[in-house]
């Protein structure tokens, strides 16, 4: 983090990526001396150096305040969101702030029996689709762009398939009963978190990977 840093970091993405430009520049995480690297951001988007710049893990409060002191407002935010966390407070706050919603892991990585999970298997059957498909259409539905996470081909265009389903009302009120209210991936709140994270920053082996 931190305006300088952030310089030398995007830099070095271009040059290891082999380009002028990136479609997409996150911040990570709301810690550290971002706002200088949000500083950083804006004049590589003034530049035309990256088409869109965003925000990762932010919660309401930081992804407000940003908003509101920014020159160029974030516009998207990344975070965790499937069934069991499914945020609608926070969808309608970036709704109201015109900031588009990722999902970054919107399976869980299979967590709690994501793919098993009863309410999700009826769904898929009546639909005659997969679970994945179902966890995808549903976001969609919900206009949260989804990043699914796969290295094997029939995973990938089996997910492209969501497009052609479509859930009806009764479906989504029953995938809103799963909704735990809780991180089940990363919880930014918590002391033990942050410490992981800046204990993966300031170690110099991992740093160097």
Same mark, same amino acid.
């Given at each position: 983090?931190?305006?300088?840093?952030?310089?030398?970091?995007?830099?070095?993405?271009?040059?290891?990526?082999?380009?002028?430009?990136? #479609?997409?520049?996150?911040?990570?995480?709301?810690?550290?001396?971002?706002?200088?690297?949000?500083?950083?951001?804006?004049? *590589?988007?003034?530049?035309?150096?990256?088409?869109? /710049?965003?925000?990762?893990?932010?919660?309401?409060?930081?992804?407000?305040?940003? $908003?509101?002191?920014?020159?160029?407002?974030? %516009?998207?935010? %990344? /975070?965790?969101?499937?069934?069991?966390?499914?945020?609608?407070?926070?969808?309608? /706050?970036?709704?109201?702030?015109?900031? %588009?919603?990722?999902?970054?892991?919107?399976?869980?990585?299979? *967590?709690?029996?994501? *793919?098993?999970?009863?309410?999700?298997?009826?769904?898929?059957?009546?639909?005659? $689709?997969?679970?994945? %498909?179902?966890?995808?259409?549903?976001?969609?539905?919900?206009?949260?762009?989804?990043?699914?996470?796969?290295?094997?081909?029939?995973?990938?265009?089996?997910?492209?398939?969501?497009?052609?389903?479509?859930?009806?009302?009764?479906?989504?009120?029953? /995938?809103?009963?799963?909704?735990?209210?809780?991180?089940?991936?990363? #919880?930014?709140?918590?002391?033990?978190?942050?410490?992981?994270?800046?204990?993966?920053?300031?170690?110099?082996?991992?740093?160097?990977?």
């Amino acid at each position: 983090m931190g305006y300088e840093k952030t310089k030398q970091a995007f830099n070095e993405t271009l040059e290891k990526l082999g380009t002028d430009y990136l #479609d997409l520049y996150l911040i990570h995480m709301p810690f550290g001396d971002y706002y200088g690297s949000w500083r950083a951001l804006e004049e *590589f988007y003034a530049q035309g150096k990256v088409r869109a /710049i965003g925000v990762s893990n932010f919660l309401p409060d930081r992804l407000m305040d940003l $908003c509101y002191s920014a020159k160029v407002k974030p %516009q998207l935010n %990344q /975070i965790e969101l499937h069934p069991f966390y499914q945020r609608e407070d926070e969808l309608e /706050i970036m709704k109201e702030l015109d900031v %588009q919603p990722q999902a970054w892991a919107p399976f869980a990585e299979g *967590f709690n029996g994501m *793919f098993t999970n009863p309410t999700l298997v009826e769904i898929a059957k009546e639909q005659n $689709c997969s679970v994945a %498909q179902v966890i995808l259409s549903w976001n969609l539905q919900r206009n949260v762009a989804v990043i699914p996470k796969s290295v094997h081909r029939e995973r990938m265009l089996d997910n492209f398939g969501a497009l052609k389903v479509h859930l009806t009302d009764e479906q989504v009120k029953k /995938i809103a009963l799963l909704d735990l209210k809780r991180p089940q991936m990363v #919880d930014t709140l918590k002391p033990s978190e942050v410490k992981r994270l800046y204990d993966y920053v300031n170690n110099p082996v991992l740093t160097s990977l």
